[in-house]
């Protein structure tokens, strides 16, 4: 690697990307896990909850789905049931 110090900036660099990223990932998942609290808190007697947040980890699918990856929601739905 001595011999190529433009790929050693290159695997800093993406290091240090991947750092930011994994933070932004973490963040995103405490930020869905305490709303998915909240919501099952709040909805999981009432009607308008019922299959989306009757307990926790069913909240936090339902949020990550529909406000995250709202567009392929049906894609990664019939992914997951097909396997």
């Given at each position: 690697?001595?011999?190529?110090?433009e790929l050693?900036?290159?695997i800093k660099g993406m290091a240090m990307a991947m750092r930011?990223?994994?933070s932004t990932l973490c963040l995103l998942l405490i930020i869905i896990?305490?709303?998915?609290?909240?919501f099952t808190e709040l909805l999981s007697e009432a009607?308008?909850?019922?299959?989306?947040?009757e307990n926790v980890p069913?909240?936090?699918n339902c949020l990550?789905?529909?406000g995250v990856f709202a567009d392929q929601a049906q894609f990664i739905t019939s992914l997951l049931a097909e396997h």
């Open positions: 690697l001595r011999f190529m110090p050693m900036v290159l930011s990223v994994a896990y305490v709303f998915a609290i909240f009607p308008v909850g019922k299959g989306c947040f069913q909240a936090m990550l789905l529909d």
